[in-house]
Each structure stands twice: as C-alpha cells, then as structure tokens.
C-alpha cells in the first residue's frame, strides 16, 4: 500500500529523523506491539491514514468515518501528528482532538500537538 508508506520519504536528504511504527500492528514485523489493543489501533490507523482526493476507487467517506471512529477511541496513544497536505473534511476530525494551529509548518507538511 503505497500512500501509508510515503511518511518514510519525508527524511530523504533532509536533516530529520522521520519514524513510522506501523510495522507493530503486523504480526510479519520482528517486533509487536504487547498488548492486542495496542496491535489492532495501529493497525486500523495504519489503514485509513492516507487519502488520495482524486481515486475514484477509495470511499473518501467510509475511510474518514474509519479514521474518525479510530481516534475516538485511540487518540490520547498519538502526542503529535504529523500531516502532509490540506483537506477540511480530515482536518475537522483531526481538530476534535489536535489543536488547531500547527506546531511545526514547512510547505505541506504541518505538525500537530494532541489538545490537553
């Protein structure tokens, strides 16, 4: 699944250190998250992370109420959330429980903090 992945790139020739923990949700990765709850939270969210606004073959609506039912109840696990590109419909779920004004912004990559 190529979109998810793409978070890995944002390192390439730049002074930062870029970490995705996706892998823990997949029993294929040497290492696992302990808890199953923990294992089935990565793993939803690695599923309905990424939108691509012009497929017609992704459910743009399916996958956000997916991501939204996700962070509902997993969205105190996330401190920072790292997004790349804009689209209100995501950013309204995302503001229930990010503030709304970045703490990081470099083009089309923004940083968010999880609201006390």
Not at 13 to 19: A, I, M, Y
Not at 57 to 82: H, M, R, V
């Amino acid at each position: 699944v190529p979109m998810p992945m793409m978070n890995n790139y944002l390192g390439i020739e730049q002074n930062r250190l870029v970490w995705d923990n996706y892998e823990i949700g997949h029993y294929l990765f040497p290492i696992l998250a302990k808890n199953s709850a923990d294992k089935q939270f990565v793993f939803d969210f690695t599923q309905n992370n990424a939108f691509t606004l012009n497929n017609p073959d992704q459910n743009f609506d399916i996958k956000l109420s997916k991501l939204e039912a996700c962070l509902a109840e997993n969205n105190q696990k996330i401190k920072t959330l790292l997004v790349w590109g804009k689209d209100s419909r995501v950013e309204a779920v995302l503001n229930e429980w990010f503030e709304p004004q970045p703490i990081y912004e470099n083009g089309r990559m923004r940083v968010f903090r999880h609201k006390p």
